[in-house]
């Protein structure tokens, strides 16, 4: 058995240190964070090429199960590894961690949604987490920014007025909760990611009472099997040894 990992999250992390001594393994990382937290094991970093280049390297390299526990909104790679081990019958898992719970949030579709939603409803404070390609619908808006990426973003894709603070997660409850406190937010805006390293800001925002606007993740394709846990797909790994 040579299992690629589909990678770039924690739990892919912890699935290569369990799996590494026993399975043939190879991560893949996409490449587009420098000095990345890597994983145990052999790992490749960079992009495939669209389905056609990922299908010529799973063949060429005798790939013969494919596990994306590439981050939620990575639709693209997700789109292209389902497609790929299809055309070649390939077992294909996705490890995808469970959604936050939505709660009282404000649910939109996308990043330009969550701008326009921003500007309806007159926030002026806002503390955007959507990594470093959400800030693009934002960069017209009149709202004051505080954007929390782990690179910074392009500056083109800047709005006007922003301080950028460059971190990694875990976080946790009473610095996000002071981080709200000290820089006045009126409204955070982030992604449905799941998991429990970057969960403390809706903790500290519901403590606060500062609405929150949530992009909602893209669908899976049809007919993936899907994992919740790192259990779940290790044990699905195992069974195909």
Avoid at 34 to 63: C, H, K, M, S
Avoid at 67 to 78: K, Q, R
Avoid at 171 to 198: C, Q
């Amino acid at each position: 058995m040579k299992v690629l990992l589909l990678g770039g999250t924690s739990e892919a992390r912890a699935l290569a240190k369990r799996l590494h001594l026993d399975v043939e393994l190879i991560s893949s990382l996409a490449g587009r964070v420098p000095d990345p937290a890597l994983p145990v094991g052999p790992v490749r970093i960079g992009g495939f090429g669209g389905v056609d280049g990922l299908r010529t390297y799973l063949q060429d390299n005798e790939i013969t199960a494919v596990v994306d526990a590439t981050h939620p909104f990575a639709a693209t790679i997700t789109a292209n590894a389902a497609q790929a081990c299809a055309s070649l019958r390939l077992p294909h898992l996705v490890l995808a961690r469970p959604a936050w719970p939505y709660g009282d949030a404000i649910v939109v579709a996308d990043d330009r949604q969550a701008a326009q939603t921003v500007k309806d409803l007159g926030y002026q404070r806002v503390f955007l987490t959507t990594g470093r390609s959400g800030t693009t619908a934002f960069r017209a808006s009149d709202a004051w920014f505080l954007i929390r990426a782990v690179t910074p973003p392009d500056a083109e894709t800047l709005p006007p007025q922003h301080h950028i603070l460059l971190s990694r997660g875990p976080y946790d409850y009473d610095n996000e909760l002071a981080l709200l406190r000290d820089h006045r937010i009126d409204a955070l805006v982030t992604k449905n990611s799941g998991g429990g390293m970057t969960r403390a800001k809706l903790d500290a925002a519901a403590a606060l009472n500062v609405p929150v606007i949530m992009v909602d993740r893209p669908v899976l394709p049809d007919g993936v099997a899907t994992a919740a846990t790192v259990d779940e797909a290790e044990a699905w790994v195992r069974a195909r040894r």
